[in-house]
């Protein structure tokens, strides 16, 4: 049974994960830092966006090394299933032209992209190649909050991004803002508990 709610959890959380990539794209008002470092980059080597996405995750994965981080199930999943899902979503979604409803869209992405991330690196198969760095860095320094750890990320590549030529909105702001505090609050109340374990928060603990 436990390995069935894995299983559902991930597949469940990557579907949801590229439904809040759509809606924030489709706000209008931002991308996420990690895809506005994406867009930079392929506007500066003329690689397409979808290519950019893939190639930056390998040297990603390659931090993972010292950080003492394998990849799962979850990391591959993640690669093939999240971009199918935001295209699904895109085609699915009608186009908000009214502020009230860009707005929605932006905070709904940002809600749903962080209980997605808890839902499918709660489900302890593996985290998808950038959150590995938010979960290795977490388990090097544990006397710092997740919170601090995920924003930092964010805000670090969200400058790479800008610099680049990526569009920054203030719905990227935003999401570099709130989703360290949504992941840390989400991820300990939906992480799958180790067997003969109580209460367990897997691989990140709550702080």
Partial sequence: ??????????????VLYGASMALMIESGLGLNPWDVFHQGLSDVTGISFGWI??????????????????????????LVIVGFSADAALALLPAGHAI?????????GIL??????????????????????????????????????????????LGAGFLLGGTVGVGTIAYALAIGPLVHLFLPKLTVPERGRVAHTGAVPAH
């Fill in 53 to 78: 996405v893939l190639l930056v995750g390998i040297p990603v994965l390659l931090l993972w090394i010292p950080l003492r981080q394998r990849p799962g199930v979850g990391t591959v999943a993640n």
């Fill in 1 to 14: 049974m436990s390995l069935v709610r894995r299983i559902t959890q991930l597949l469940a959380g990557l």
């Fill in 100 to 108: 009230p409803v860009r707005v929605g869209y932006l905070v709904g």
């Fill in 112 to 157: 749903l992209n962080g209980f997605a991330t808890g839902l499918y690196i709660g489900s302890r198969m593996g985290p998808g190649p950038r959150d590995g760095l938010m979960t290795g860095l977490d388990a090097r320094f544990p006397r710092v909050s997740i919170r601090v750890i995920r924003t930092s990320i964010e805000l670090l590549v």
